[in-house]
């Protein structure tokens, strides 16, 4: 049996939806921040729109299908008052990023980096973009009429859309929708600058397609004028699977994502200049419902396309960072890794220290087997192609790929596909969990012995958001760790098998039971006159009965921190509530995304790592590991590391009982940017 929590009804909880939305609240703080370089800024504009996007599918539609669905009016009161008050904080916010894409403009301007209108065009310009069009555009159009249709046609939400009002010669009017196809073409096009002046000049496809629109039906219309209005939908993410993990589930999950492009729309995000006659009649043929979300904004949507803002001058982009060096002297990985363990921190150390041994378990005679799970993976993975490779070099290969990555399905698919045809054993998953740990298992024959190299971490394998996600890595030939971690990849081959764990905890076995059983020992300390605190750091706490051990700590009068970068529904800095506890955010150059967990523990600290967020999904429906930091070296590293975020008084916000999201004051102090002081500190230990 897994391990069943009893979850008090009557704990005070922020509502994990305002609070995500309190963390979008965090990233649009970081493009009014002008010492922000301005095409960062630019970029954390299109991070803050594909976050909102993700929070409609994901989030809002969960909240959505509760209130379509509940069975006493009460409840349904309940959900409904949440949606108004998600639409509510959602308009504000939007107004609010409203103004600081128009001063991010500004701002670029100064720069002479401009972003212009169809209006603006010079006459050179004009002609440039009147031949573009025709040459690359105008073959990518496929635009359809509406107003004799009854139903839209199946629209993809990945798209943006031009609802388009038409006025022919003879007064009659005629509406049409049309796809931009920024899927084949770029959404920022660079054209001509004005003569004689020094600048950078890009205009969007949007407005490419505007200044050109009547040539778009000239050949069929007797078109009098034309005018565009963007809109988009936001689809329900959700995924309907059986619980039974065989073969053919490859098949299944392409047929759910087949339905999901299919899923009814929760929000239609819409230029506020649109027509009323022309909006009505987009949300009649998308067959909105009384629980979906309208969001008017501006003339531009899919601003997430800004997070590929170019940038042409390193002087308007934060410096690169150049990741500290990880890869092992002559004596190669497996001699590195013996001699001691050895703890990463992305992206501050080279990724290629994971790419590296698994290139080198590839090919090394004495390495009869590869374990690995496998959740998000980049486009060109170095990963995969070394346990291809292993494949070809007669090693046993074991890969956990979980189809379920929610966005990644289809990338999982692929990879999945591509493992299992190189003679891979590809593992989907165990039933009704998801498995979201970050092992790797490589068995070596040694001296006639078989011993474990294993890696247990905080992220995923992937290159690409390695060199931005924030994650720690520890690799060891420690035996027991590396029987763990075998155990592992066991009961997910085999889940009816319970096996004994010496080091880690595991959910949905034993994770929470560790968890709330380490708080207890603080709260039963602390009740004693004893000193007690924890540490954690975490993406997400939402968990119910976490979050109540948590106040019970605090009655208690443990010393709690707590650094979270996105939902935290503990009610913060409350007087009887949440006294001794204390929490701050992170949003910086970097995504803040290890787990730390750290307790005091009479003194002989207790700390620990891991793959899971105190979220009840990670905690009791998904395969995650917890892993002790047993080098005193480490522990110390890792606590340093913790401190120096805990001291940011430049990115950190306090998450207070509103989630006001307060910068730190600086109070006199020095100012410390902690992933900047990381940095530093890090360096200065691999120098040494």
Same mark, same amino acid.
């Given at each position: ?7 008090? !009804? ?40 594909? !976050? ?31 949606? *108004? ?36 065009? =010079? ?27 009854? =139903? ?7 798209? @943006? ?10 007064? @009659? ?12 073409? #770029? ?138 060096? =990880? ?85 999982? @698919? ?8 190189? *003679? ?15 092992? @790797? #298992? ?39 760790? *590396? ?96 006294? !001794? ?108």
């Amino acid at each position: 049996m897994y391990y069943k929590p009893s979850i008090p !009804n009557d704990i005070p909880l922020y509502p994990k939806e305002l609070s995500w939305l309190s963390f979008n609240e965090r990233v649009l703080q970081e493009v009014e921040d002008e010492t922000v370089p301005i095409i960062d800024r630019v970029r954390f504009l299109g991070i803050f729109s594909n !976050n909102l996007d993700e929070f409609f599918r994901v989030r809002v539609a969960d909240v959505r299908r509760l209130a379509a669905f509940a069975g006493a009016e009460q409840e349904k009161r309940h959900f409904a008052k949440l949606l *108004g008050q998600i639409n509510e904080r959602v308009l504000r916010l939007q107004r609010r990023y409203a103004r600081a894409y128009a001063k991010a403009l500004a701002d670029l301007d100064k720069h002479n980096i401009h972003v212009v209108r169809e209006t603006t065009l =010079t006459e050179h310009q004009r002609t440039f973009v009147e031949e573009y069009f025709h040459r690359e555009v105008l073959p990518e159009l496929e635009p359809f009429f509406i107003d004799d249709l009854d =139903t839209m046609p199946l629209l993809n939400e990945a798209s @943006i859309y031009f609802a388009i009002f038409l006025r022919l010669k003879d007064g @009659i009017q005629r509406y049409a929708a049309m796809e931009i196809p920024t899927n084949t073409l #770029s959404r920022f096009v660079v054209i001509p600058p004005r003569e004689g002046m020094r600048e950078k000049v890009y205009i969007v496809l949007d407005n490419i397609i505007r200044a050109c629109l009547v040539e778009v039906f000239r050949q069929v219309l007797p078109i009098r004028s034309a005018k565009a209005y963007m809109f988009k939908i936001s689809r329900d993410a959700e995924l309907e699977l059986g619980e039974q993990i065989t073969q053919n589930l490859v098949d299944r999950m392409e047929k759910s994502l087949k339905r999901r492009k299919r899923a009814d729309p929760v929000r239609l995000a819409y230029d506020a200049e649109m027509p009323e006659v022309l909006l009505n009649m987009v949300k009649k043929k998308l067959k909105m419902g009384r629980y979906d979300t309208y969001t008017p904004g501006g003339r531009y949507h899919n601003s997430k396309d800004l997070m590929k803002f170019p940038a042409d001058s390193g002087s308007y982009i934060y410096k690169p960072l150049l990741p500290l060096p =990880t890869l092992p002297g002559k004596g190669g990985a497996f001699a590195h890794i013996r001699s001691a363990d050895r703890l990463y921190y992305y992206p501050y150390h080279d990724f290629r220290v994971i790419t590296n041994l698994l290139a080198s378990a590839a090919i090394d005679p004495q390495v009869r087997e590869i374990r690995i799970n496998l959740y998000r993976v980049s486009k060109n993975s170095r990963v995969v192609a070394a346990l291809i490779n292993a494949v070809r070099n007669n090693k046993k290969v074991i890969a956990v790929v979980e189809l379920r990555a929610r966005f990644d399905e289809l990338a999982n @698919i692929h990879w999945s596909k591509e493992l299992f045809d190189a *003679g891979v054993e590809v593992i989907y998953g165990v039933p009704g969990l998801k498995v979201h740990c970050k092992l @790797i #298992s490589i068995l070596r024959r040694e001296q006639g012995k078989d011993r474990f190299y294993s890696h247990l971490g905080t992220g995923n394998f992937n290159e690409s958001t390695a060199r931005i996600y924030c994650d720690f890595s520890l690799l060891t030939n420690n035996q027991e760790l *590396g029987q763990d971690v075998y155990n592992v990849f066991e009961f997910i081959r085999r889940t009816r098998r319970r096996p004994v764990f010496q080091h880690i905890a595991v959910s949905p076995l034993t994770n929470r039971a560790a968890l709330l059983g380490a708080i207890d020992r603080e709260i039963e300390a602390a009740q004693r006159g004893d000193r007690a605190e924890l540490f954690f750091k975490c993406n997400n706490l939402v968990d119910s009965q976490v979050v109540d051990r948590l106040y019970s700590a605090s009655a208690a009068g443990v010393k709690v921190r707590i650094i979270v970068r996105s939902m935290c529904t503990l009610v913060c800095e409350t007087a009887g509530l949440s006294d !001794n506890i204390h929490v701050v955010s992170l949003v910086d150059k970097f995504l803040e995304h290890a787990r730390v967990y750290i307790f005091y523990n009479g003194g002989e600290e207790v700390m620990w790592l891991s793959s899971a967020d105190l979220m009840t999904r990670n905690l009791d429906h998904r395969v995650e590991v917890t892993f002790p930091i047993m080098n005193t070296d480490h522990r110390e590293t890792i606590r340093k590391i913790l401190e120096l975020q805990w001291s940011d008084n430049q990115k950190a916000r306090i998450v207070d009982a509103s989630q006001s999201n307060t910068k730190i004051a600086n109070s006199g102090k020095k100012n410390c940017r902690s992933q900047d002081a990381i940095y530093r500190y890090l360096k200065k230990q691999s120098d040494a």
